[in-house]
Each structure stands twice: as structure tokens, then as C-alpha cells.
């Protein structure tokens, strides 16, 4: 049976866990170390980022959060896994992505999977160059995810110093190729 859109999930990371999937997750605790046991709801920025106050937005303030790729596939690679944004919200916030730079792990892994942040105002330095791709040709480069393997990405949030615009967000594709 080949690949489907759902083998490949996203889900919060666990800024608080000893290893990956080993703990549920939540928005604000997205903050990188270890997969956890939750998908993230949906695809609108609310589902991992706060709103922004009027004090961040004045202030053009950038909020981080990390959350994994993960293969469910039992038999199956991920091959060339790639993210985009392909759609935004118009007049909300900026967003961006990045790849930790940690290698895809295994599930439940017990060294990190991923760089940690202290808080969603800090932002992570073991990643790569944040980009907002908006298309399949200029996407993210996740790479391979083996079956059962995951990889953090990261999400760059800038307040725009705008009005609040209601369901702010973005829809987040992922596409992959799988073993012949």
C-alpha cells in the first residue's frame, strides 16, 4: 500500500520529555527537544502559535516554535520530503520555516531530537536559514524519513505591526515521494 497523506503527520514537539513520543504536547510547549504523542490540529497558525498582543505587534516581535515530521509508514520511505506554505492569510502575520539540524531519529529516541528554546521569544540556533517557499519547487528540503523516523522543523512568526486579523495563518504542505 503506498504513502498516503496519512503516514505523514505533524506533531508538536515536547520541550519537557526524556525521549520522543513519550510525552502529549501542546502549542505552548512547542519549544523543540523530542517529538511528542500529538498532531497538530490543523494547518492555521492559531493551532501553534498565541495571538499577538498589541505590545508584539507595535514591537514587529518574532515568536519560534518547532514541531516534527513524522513517517508512520510501516514499511515505507519517505523519500525527498519537502514543505511549503501554500497558502497565507493576507495582511496577518509573516511566517517562515527552517530545518533543525539535527538528523531525522528514530520515534522514540532518547537522545534529542531536536534544538531546545527556552521560550517562544528565544530563537533556536541550531537550525538552518528560515525561508518562506511558496511553491513545491522552492520547498523546504526535509529529506529522507525511513519508516517510524521523524525530523523537527522550525516556525518563525513575525508580528507585522498591523491590525489583528482574525484566523490568522497558513496551510503547510508536505509532499514526498516514497520507496519504489
Known sequence: MPITT???????????AAAGNAASGTAAGSLGGFISTTQVPDNVMDALFPDITPTENEADNADYKCVFIH????????LNVKVYFSAKVDGGADIAVALDNLLPSALASNVAQADLIPDKDTAPTAVGSF???????????VGTLQPGQCRAIWFKRMAAGAAAVVNDGVTLDIICDETP
Open 6 to 16: 496519512g503516514d505523514i503527520l505533524l506533531k508538536y514537539s515536547a520541550a519537557t
Open 71 to 78: 513517517n508512520q509508514h510501516a514499511t515505507l520511505s519517505a
Open 131 to 141: 525561508t518562506a517557499p511558496t511553491d513545491a519547487g522552492s520547498a523546504l528540503l
